[in-house]
């Protein structure tokens, strides 16, 4: 990674003020960054840890405000999706998408880059995980409000390969570049370690961007979530004996990969001039898994505790007044609340009630009058985490209802039904094992209060103490009063049958889990070998998107002719020289020998192509009239690298 030789400033420039295009009267809108790290456990994180290795983030946070209940949900698309819809998961979706599946972020929703670009003028780029859908191109994120999209639409591929096994597809490559890929053709390059991908595409967008339009940059790198990998051009930072053990290690020398990208990326925004007005937030879209650690919090990912939802983060901005600067937010935020906080500050002014039409209203609540210090409350004094999962939720007596949900009113937290992963990580996890504890299926439920008891050892559900149980009664009957109100506005595609008619509105409560709009969909596995083994969309309908000749309009249409098979040429010899970028694996293929990269090479003829290298069944080649890539910002693919 390039070393960053500064962070950013805290200097704030006023500029002409705007009193136009829905804007409200303020200074011009800042620069936004929204960065959201993946399967990051909440003792994982520098702030949190002191033991973690990570100056870049640790000084942007000590010049900002650490989260301290800041929530999200227990597990990826559903937090993802809340944030860019603003509206809480059991409101937008609560289930987690899967390659291979069709549906998405809601399409009546006004996602939050769109909203940005429309009230306040801003260039919007994502970079990394998307995980809001990717059946139709219409769920994609340039449909959705994003100028640009680099990185995985799906929940998780591989570090190296950048291959997802695809729901019994083949091996499939999740990398889609909205610049080049399309129907039958995705022309990216794979088998590079993502935080150098990731790193040089956020370095693009600063460089390519102009100054005198603001910019929000998501940033969400599918750093640390398993598989935990490491590669030969980023070796383990750290030896095992200050982590404890190699699997700790490799967690934490991929947060120092998190960190590499931020120092770079905020160099590089310093270089032009945009960290002056700048605002950047920093999140964790659910607990840690596996080798993560969420002390002293119990629950992991995948459950309700607060190790699974307690997402770790911070705010850091140009703008925060230096009396709060460096003090902890204690006070309820939800991801969701960052639509309309950044809206707010962006200058959008009134436009920033959006409704979509009335039909879908806003979770999001402005948070800038608690993050600013101008008062220190929470407009948060309830927050439904979950209703009715896996099924609509009723109370009873026995607590026999195979759904769950969990909701927190005041100091208090219920959680109703059995919950998995119930177990208590370590400062020192995975070195020291999880401690098994009651994951709420005695009684069914399990009751908290998070003012004295954070760590969710005390369940409450059957005291008999006046408070308790004037809790419990209040959150049951609050639980209840908004199961009953439950809008389902998830927008799942089942089209099992052509056309699709799937109806999205006569199943209020229970759209969340069908299982016919939630299974596997075979022809995107056609669409992938159309494309030569790339995900993607692969339903079209009626060909509004697409060069299709699909009379149902439900996909994509004939197959291109294949590429003719190259002739056989003998064996040759192999140069090792890994200054070069990998070729492009989409037109090399998988699993090559070491005669299929020479016939690839000699089509180009030898004086311009020399093949560098056979690894992991890839092909890495040295392009025609390549150098070793010199320009600042860019990374080679050297054995080692150095870190800042």
């Given at each position: 990674f390039r070393q960053s030789k500064s962070v950013m400033s805290q200097t704030m420039i006023l500029t002409v003020l705007l009193a136009t295009c829905g804007r409200s009267t303020r200074a011009s809108p800042p620069n936004i960054v929204m960065f959201l790290s993946d399967d990051q456990g909440y003792h994982d994180m520098v702030f949190n840890n002191p033991n973690v290795t990570a100056p870049h983030i640790k000084a942007l946070a000590a010049k900002g405000r650490v989260f301290r209940r800041h929530y999200v949900f227990k597990y990826?698309?559903?937090?993802?999706?809340?944030?860019?819809?603003?509206?809480?998961?059991?409101?937008?979706?609560?289930?987690?998408?899967?390659?291979?599946?069709?549906?998405?972020?809601?399409?009546?929703?006004?996602?939050?880059?769109?909203?940005?670009?429309?009230?306040?003028?801003?260039?919007?780029?994502?970079?990394?995980?998307?995980?809001?859908?990717?059946?139709?191109?219409?769920?994609?994120?340039?449909?959705?409000?994003?100028?640009?999209?680099?990185?995985?639409?799906?929940?998780?591929?591989?570090?190296?390969?950048?291959?997802?096994?695809?729901?019994?597809?083949?091996?499939?490559?999740?990398?889609?570049?909205?610049?080049?890929c399309g129907p039958f053709q995705c022309p990216v390059r794979n088998g590079t370690y993502e935080p150098y991908l990731l790193n040089e595409a956020a370095l693009a967008v600063v460089e390519a961007h102009d100054p005198a339009d603001p910019l929000y940059l998501h940033f969400t790198p599918h750093m640390v979530h398993s598989p935990y990998e490491l590669s030969p051009t980023f070796p383990d930072q750290f030896p095992s004996g200050v982590c404890g053990c190699s699997q700790r290690c490799t967690i934490q020398s991929m947060s120092n990969a998190i960190d590499s990208m931020i120092g770079n990326l905020t160099a590089a925004l310093a270089a032009k001039g945009m960290d002056k007005n700048f605002v950047f937030i920093y999140s964790g879209d659910n607990g840690g898994v596996g080798s993560g650690t969420n002390w002293p919090f119990k629950g992991t990912k995948m459950n309700f505790f607060e190790g699974g939802i307690r997402g770790g983060g911070f705010f850091y901005s140009t703008m925060l007044p230096p009396a709060v600067v460096g003090q902890d937010l204690t006070r309820i935020i939800h991801i969701c609340d960052w639509w309309m906080t950044l809206c707010r500050l962006a200058g959008g002014g009134s436009s920033c009630d959006d409704t979509a039409s009335n039909t879908h209203p806003l979770d999001s609540l402005d948070m800038w009058p608690l993050i600013s210090g101008a008062n220190n409350t929470s407009p948060r004094d309830g927050l439904p985490l979950v209703i009715g999962y896996q099924a609509d939720y009723k109370f009873a007596p026995t607590g026999s209802d195979t759904g769950t949900g969990a909701l927190i009113w005041g100091d208090y937290k219920l959680i109703a039904g059995p919950q998995q992963n119930a177990i208590r990580t370590f400062q020192d996890s995975p070195c020291t094992g999880a401690h098994k504890e009651d994951d709420c299926s005695h009684d069914g439920f399990c009751l908290y209060n998070l003012a004295t008891d954070p760590g969710e050892q005390v369940n409450?559900?059957?005291?008999?103490?006046?408070?308790?149980?004037?809790?419990?009664?209040?959150?049951?009957?609050?639980?209840?009063?908004?199961?009953?109100?439950?809008?389902?506005?998830?927008?799942?595609?089942?089209?099992?049958?052509?056309?699709?008619?799937?109806?999205?509105?006569?199943?209020?409560?229970?759209?969340?889990?069908?299982?016919?709009?939630?299974?596997?969909?075979?022809?995107?596995?056609?669409?992938?070998?159309?494309?030569?083994?790339?995900?993607?969309?692969?339903?079209?309908?009626?060909?509004?998107?697409?060069?299709?000749?699909?009379?149902?309009?439900?996909?994509?249409?004939?197959?291109?002719?294949?590429?003719?098979?190259?002739?056989?040429?003998?064996?040759?010899?192999?140069?090792?020289?890994?200054?070069?970028?990998?070729?492009?694996?989409?037109?090399?293929?998988?699993?090559?020998?070491?005669?299929?990269?020479?016939?690839?090479?000699?089509?180009?003829?030898?004086?311009?192509?020399?093949?560098?290298?056979?690894?992991?069944?890839?092909?890495?080649?040295?392009?025609?009239?390549?150098?070793?890539?010199?320009?600042?910002?860019?990374?080679?693919?050297k054995p080692t690298q150095t870190l800042p």
């Amino acid at each position: 990674f390039r070393q960053s030789k500064s962070v950013m400033s805290q200097t704030m420039i006023l500029t002409v003020l705007l009193a136009t295009c829905g804007r409200s009267t303020r200074a011009s809108p800042p620069n936004i960054v929204m960065f959201l790290s993946d399967d990051q456990g909440y003792h994982d994180m520098v702030f949190n840890n002191p033991n973690v290795t990570a100056p870049h983030i640790k000084a942007l946070a000590a010049k900002g405000r650490v989260f301290r209940r800041h929530y999200v949900f227990k597990y990826c698309s559903p937090t993802r999706g809340s944030l860019l819809s603003g509206r809480l998961p059991y409101h937008a979706h609560q289930w987690n998408l899967d390659a291979g599946r069709a549906g998405g972020i809601n399409r009546n929703f006004t996602l939050l880059p769109a909203k940005l670009k429309a009230c306040c003028g801003y260039k919007t780029h994502l970079v990394g995980k998307f995980h809001g859908g990717m059946s139709h191109p219409s769920y994609l994120p340039t449909a959705r409000g994003f100028d640009t999209s680099y990185g995985l639409l799906s929940g998780g591929h591989d570090h190296i390969t950048q291959e997802n096994p695809g729901q019994g597809c083949v091996p499939t490559v999740d990398l889609w570049d909205s610049r080049t890929c399309g129907p039958f053709q995705c022309p990216v390059r794979n088998g590079t370690y993502e935080p150098y991908l990731l790193n040089e595409a956020a370095l693009a967008v600063v460089e390519a961007h102009d100054p005198a339009d603001p910019l929000y940059l998501h940033f969400t790198p599918h750093m640390v979530h398993s598989p935990y990998e490491l590669s030969p051009t980023f070796p383990d930072q750290f030896p095992s004996g200050v982590c404890g053990c190699s699997q700790r290690c490799t967690i934490q020398s991929m947060s120092n990969a998190i960190d590499s990208m931020i120092g770079n990326l905020t160099a590089a925004l310093a270089a032009k001039g945009m960290d002056k007005n700048f605002v950047f937030i920093y999140s964790g879209d659910n607990g840690g898994v596996g080798s993560g650690t969420n002390w002293p919090f119990k629950g992991t990912k995948m459950n309700f505790f607060e190790g699974g939802i307690r997402g770790g983060g911070f705010f850091y901005s140009t703008m925060l007044p230096p009396a709060v600067v460096g003090q902890d937010l204690t006070r309820i935020i939800h991801i969701c609340d960052w639509w309309m906080t950044l809206c707010r500050l962006a200058g959008g002014g009134s436009s920033c009630d959006d409704t979509a039409s009335n039909t879908h209203p806003l979770d999001s609540l402005d948070m800038w009058p608690l993050i600013s210090g101008a008062n220190n409350t929470s407009p948060r004094d309830g927050l439904p985490l979950v209703i009715g999962y896996q099924a609509d939720y009723k109370f009873a007596p026995t607590g026999s209802d195979t759904g769950t949900g969990a909701l927190i009113w005041g100091d208090y937290k219920l959680i109703a039904g059995p919950q998995q992963n119930a177990i208590r990580t370590f400062q020192d996890s995975p070195c020291t094992g999880a401690h098994k504890e009651d994951d709420c299926s005695h009684d069914g439920f399990c009751l908290y209060n998070l003012a004295t008891d954070p760590g969710e050892q005390v369940n409450l559900f059957n005291s008999t103490a006046p408070s308790d149980a004037a809790a419990r009664k209040k959150l049951q009957e609050y639980y209840e009063a908004i199961g009953d109100k439950c809008r389902g506005h998830t927008d799942l595609e089942s089209c099992n049958a052509s056309p699709c008619t799937w109806d999205h509105v006569s199943n209020v409560c229970r759209v969340y889990n069908l299982p016919d709009a939630s299974s596997d969909d075979t022809r995107a596995c056609v669409a992938i070998a159309q494309r030569h083994g790339y995900w993607g969309p692969w339903l079209a309908p009626n060909c509004t998107d697409w060069n299709c000749t699909d009379s149902h309009g439900d996909g994509p249409g004939p197959s291109p002719p294949p590429p003719p098979a190259p002739a056989p040429i003998p064996d040759c010899n192999f140069t090792a020289n890994l200054d070069y970028y990998p070729a492009h694996t989409a037109e090399t293929g998988h699993n090559l020998t070491p005669e299929a990269c020479c016939a690839l090479c000699k089509q180009a003829g030898p004086s311009t192509c020399v093949v560098a290298s056979i690894a992991g069944g890839k092909c890495y080649l040295k392009p025609p009239g390549a150098t070793p890539r010199p320009k600042p910002g860019t990374i080679s693919c050297k054995p080692t690298q150095t870190l800042p």
